[in-house]
């Protein structure tokens, strides 16, 4: 991605291990199509104090910590979220959904309440409807995991869940992809859903929602802790969501 991160290339500056635990920026797969980086471990995504955390993609798309969610310092990091005001506004728009490349969602996270379509990421156009939602989340009221896109009227283009549950009380990594072909859902790296998907998520202004907090035609809030966010605007293959998986189990011991 030709954006810059705060003054400098990421690449570069990666390189130069400026980052809180080093390469993890030049390491990321198909780092061009990475359109949204967030990094609670990463002192350069969040320094431990403010309201802004910084995006590490290269985008320059800063976000904005919500009714003050509480950090975790250190390179295991994570923001905790009550699961009723807490929340992170990522400027995001429309980008992610420009190319016509797919999308990825990706997180390391600790759901510790079973919230119904509790959203890990969800963007939509709302708010109070459905309307462009894409959202990786809860599965309802069951544990699984599902990745889900509405047409601009709300309805669901396509939708995807795991085959097994959700871990509660222990970080994971989930991810949701489309590559314009089908739509998958990942958890630890390994392929746990599949469906045929070939509505690509269309660009939209996609500026409701957020990173735990889904305003879309009900309020759905995630309570627990997210250490990692990341959306590219291709659909990652099986090998990259198994590296991006790879790259921080060893912090959080995945």
């Given amino acids: 991605m030709a954006g810059r991160y705060r003054g400098y290339s990421p690449r570069t500056r990666a390189a130069g291990g400026m980052f809180g635990t080093g390469d993890i920026v030049k390491n990321l797969p198909s780092f061009s199509a990475c359109y949204w980086h967030l990094d609670a471990g990463e002192i350069k995504s969040y320094s431990g104090s403010g309201t802004v955390v910084y995006d590490m993609s290269g985008a320059a798309l800063d976000s904005n910590l919500i009714a003050t969610p509480t950090h975790t310092s250190g390179s295991a990091g994570y923001f905790s979220f009550n699961g009723s005001?807490?929340?992170?506004?990522?400027?995001?728009?429309?980008?992610?959904?420009?190319?016509?490349?797919?999308?990825?969602?990706?997180?390391?996270?600790?759901?510790?309440?079973?919230?119904?379509?509790?959203?890990?990421?969800?963007?939509?156009?709302?708010?109070?409807?459905?309307?462009r939602r894409l959202a990786l989340r809860r599965d309802g009221g069951n544990n699984e995991i599902e990745f889900v896109n509405n047409s601009v009227t709300g309805t669901t283009d396509w939708s995807v869940t795991s085959t097994s549950g959700l871990t509660y009380g222990s970080m994971a990594s989930y991810a949701g992809t489309m590559d314009g072909a089908n739509a998958k859902v990942y958890m630890n790296g390994v392929e746990t859903g599949t469906t045929a998907a070939t509505t690509v998520p269309a660009n939209a202004n996609r500026d409701e929602g957020g990173l735990a907090y889904d305003n879309a035609s009900?309020?759905?809030?995630?309570?627990?802790?997210?250490?990692?966010?990341?959306?590219?605007?291709?659909?990652?293959?099986?090998?990259?969501?198994?590296?991006?998986?790879?790259?921080?189990?060893?912090?959080?011991?995945?």
């Fill in 85 to 131: 005001t807490q929340w992170i506004d990522p400027v995001l728009h429309n980008a992610p959904y420009a190319t016509g490349g797919g999308a990825t969602f990706f997180v390391v996270a600790d759901m510790t309440d079973a919230g119904s379509d509790a959203p890990f990421i969800a963007l939509s156009i709302g708010p109070s409807n459905n309307n």
């Fill in 218 to 254: 009900t309020d759905r809030w995630f309570t627990g802790d997210i250490a990692v966010a990341i959306i590219y605007n291709k659909g990652l293959t099986a090998e990259e969501i198994l590296q991006l998986h790879n790259i921080f189990a060893p912090r959080y011991s995945l």
